[in-house]
């Protein structure tokens, strides 16, 4: 099946949009948070709106909230909730088969979803299939020595290229037991998946598989043809992330 973008319910107000999803997640805490609004990843929201000022875009993996101009960015979700959070896309799918038609979108959002996905080469293909001649990609990842993942190797292109050769599915558990010696046995497992069974960690998404830095997801964008617009190793209002923006050409 496939959707229309003249069928999705755009927010008119984005300011609004935030608001509602703010207090179903956090309560009366987002009057404090509401009032930072401006001081809330200012850096990020003016970034997207530098290299993408015009048209409709896609986020890949929303989560609980979103950087996104709402008024124009469909919010899509891979899973309802993410640990202890309720998502708030409004149409659902897994990255790896984005349901709109070729060169539908002048940009595309991902924040902190790449990592959770067991074939991150597929999900970029689908992301560039659908993006504009021109549109922009802008991918936020969590920085390999500012996560959980410090203890962890970094993921090659060489990697990347297998598992999309070998077209690994959504629920592959390669990388479970890797994640398991260098991430919870460590005691470094986020609080918020905290109540989750191992089984239920994998359905929902919430490992992560991959570990990066800027270098090899330049390489990687890279390898998909993707010309890089701007780099930037720690995000100054996200700092355990870096952000990469790249065009298709
Ligand atoms: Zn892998």
Redesign the pocket.
């Known amino acids: 099946m496939r959707y229309k973008i003249e069928d999705y319910p755009f927010e008119k107000y984005d300011c609004l949009h935030y608001l509602k999803t703010l207090y179903k997640d956090r309560g009366l805490k987002l009057f404090y948070q509401f009032l930072n609004r401006t001081q809330r990843r200012p850096f990020s929201r003016a970034l997207i709106n530098t290299y993408a000022p015009h048209g409709i875009g896609l986020e890949v993996g929303v989560g609980a909230r979103t950087i996104c101009p709402t008024e124009r960015t469909i919010l899509s979700d891979a899973f309802f909730a993410h640990g202890l959070h309720d998502s708030i896309a409004k149409v659902f799918f897994h990255g790896d088969e984005i349901p709109y038609e070729n060169d539908s979108f002048c940009f595309i959002v991902s924040e902190h979803v790449l990592e959770h996905v ?3 080469l597929k999900v970029l293909k689908e992301c560039i299939r659908t993006l504009r001649p021109g549109g922009k990609l802008f991918l936020f990842l969590p920085h390999k020595e500012r996560t959980n993942d410090s203890h962890r190797q970094v ?1 090659t292109l060489e ?2 290229i ?2 999309y050769n070998k077209d ?1 599915p959504l629920d ?1 558990q ?2 479970m037991d890797e994640w398991f010696k260098n991430v919870v046995r460590k005691g470094l497992m986020p609080f918020h998946y905290s109540h989750l069974s191992t089984k239920d960690l994998l359905k929902t998404g919430s490992i992560h ?2 570990v990066w830095t800027e270098k090899e997801i330049l390489e990687i964008v890279q390898f998909c043809g993707l010309k890089v617009r701007y780099v930037n190793a720690k995000v100054p209002d996200r700092r355990d992330s870096f952000v990469v923006v790249s065009e298709k050409s």
């Open positions: 067991a074939n991150p993921t990697h990347v297998d598992d690994v592959d390669t990388h598989h991959h």
